[in-house]
């Protein structure tokens, strides 16, 4: 499967909407009372705080060679542990969408984990914290483990060294 990764673009928001509530919905919906207007204003808010303040949000989307969005992530940085003062990027999202073969799906997740890490190392950010709320997430979280996270529950938190270079993959 050939795809590109590239940063979120205003006519995007809605397929973000759809991918979300296409494949994830089910996780969460006996939880939380689902309002996909929030969710695309909030997908639009973070869009524009990328745009002008490109150091504070990732917004990354995956397409298809045919242009379709077939995963993004969100990741938010200014978080911070009540304990410490080190920054924290947070790992807001991390969609994919569900019809993809294993394979490829493992793929768009190792390429999150990458993203995340260029981009914390460009932000200045030690500390990358991402949290599932899946009902299966023992695979995701292996991810996590093979690229150096330490998981705790359903939370993964990586500590980068900011001296070394930003990582080139």
């Not at 949000?57 to 992530?73: F, H, N």
Request: hydrophobic share 40%; glycine share 4%.
């Amino acid at each position: 499967m050939t795809y590109t990764w590239g940063p979120l673009q205003g006519n995007d928001i809605n397929k973000l909407v759809e991918l979300s509530n296409t494949h994830f919905r089910h996780e969460v919906d006996e939880l939380f009372d689902i309002d996909l207007v929030y969710l695309e204003k909030c997908i639009a808010h973070g869009f524009i705080n990328q745009l002008y303040s490109p150091l504070s949000e990732l917004l990354s989307v995956a397409k298809d060679e045919s242009g379709k969005v077939i995963a993004w992530t969100w990741a938010k940085v200014g978080e911070r542990a009540v304990w410490s003062t080190d920054p924290i990027l947070t790992i807001s999202m991390a969609h994919i969408d569900m019809s993809l073969s294993p394979k490829a799906r493992v793929r768009i997740v190792n390429d999150m984990l990458d993203l995340w890490e260029r981009f914390a190392h460009l932000a200045r950010t030690p500390i990358i914290c991402s949290t599932t709320m899946r009902k299966e997430q023992s695979a995701f979280l292996k991810l996590h483990e093979r690229k150096g996270y330490k998981v705790r529950n359903n939370v993964a938190y990586k500590r980068l060294n900011l001296t070394q270079a930003t990582p080139a993959n």
